[in-house]
């Protein structure tokens, strides 16, 4: 049974980068069935996609994100990770990582979320 | 961007309603439209792709239909577990979600 964790700190300045970390167990990213995703959901509001990469790198971001975010595999085969850049209090979030099936593309495997505040 | 409405923002219903909540889209998502539902401090839970494909291990009671534009959530029979917001999602590029809808007991 797949799982999905998120790390990283909670705590952003404003300005400053947040970055975050997906940890999958019980499966793999290079895997070519999935793509693997992120999400926020800004406190008490709604979903707003982010990116999403798939196992051979390729990458797909919402463009309201513009040049400010980074969707990459990390050092292992079971992770990947979000990089925001230039963060202000409009990011402050909970940051879902997920994971979607190739053929149906909503994700159905989520992590449980991790609230990022961007505060000085 | 493809807008998502969706209609009522709250809905309060006794457990064995039948209830439907509707999704509407600026423009034409084919049928890449799916629901989620969510609990407090929960992630999301698919429920619905493809606009009526029942995800694994998701209820009977739970279903879905729609086309190009406007799109229903019916849940036959509501249960107690039920209780929650439900979001529609379509996967045209950029994805983009509706506002949600709150089912709260009548």
């Known amino acids: 049974q797949v799982q999905l964790q998120e790390s990283g700190p909670g705590l952003v300045k404003p300005s400053q980068t947040l970055s975050l970390t997906c940890t999958v167990s019980?499966?793999?990213?290079?895997?070519?069935?999935?793509?693997w995703t992120w999400i926020r959901q800004h406190p008490g509001k709604g979903l707003e996609w982010l990116g999403y990469?798939?196992?051979?790198?390729?990458?797909n971001y919402n463009p309201s994100l513009k040049s400010r975010i980074t969707i990459s595999e990390g050092t292992s085969n079971n992770q990947f990770s979000l990089k925001l850049t230039s963060v202000t209090a409009a990011d402050t979030a909970i940051y879902y990582c997920?994971?979607?099936?190739?053929?149906?593309?909503?994700?159905?495997?989520w992590g449980q979320g991790t609230l990022v505040t961007v505060s000085s | 961007d493809i807008q998502l409405t969706q209609s009522p923002s709250t809905l309060s219903a006794s457990v064995g309603d039948r209830v439907t909540i509707t999704c509407r889209a600026s423009?034409?998502?084919?049928?890449?439209l799916a629901w989620y539902q969510q609990k407090p401090g929960k992630a999301p839970k698919l429920l619905i792709y493809?606009?009526?494909s029942l995800e694994n291990a998701v209820p009977s009671r739970f279903s879905g239909s729609g086309s190009g534009t406007e799109f229903t959530l019916t849940i036959s029979g509501l249960q107690p577990d039920d209780f929650a917001t439900y979001y529609c999602?379509?996967?045209?590029?950029?994805?983009?979600f509706g506002q949600g809808t709150k089912v709260d007991i009548k």
């Open positions: 019980g499966g793999s990213i290079s895997s070519g069935a999935y793509f």
């Open positions: 997920a994971r979607g099936r190739v053929s149906v593309a909503a994700p159905n495997k």
């Open positions: 990469i798939n196992y051979s790198g390729t990458t």
């Open positions: 423009q034409s998502v084919s049928s890449w």
């Open positions: 493809k606009t009526s």
């Open positions: 999602q379509q996967y045209n590029s950029p994805w983009t």
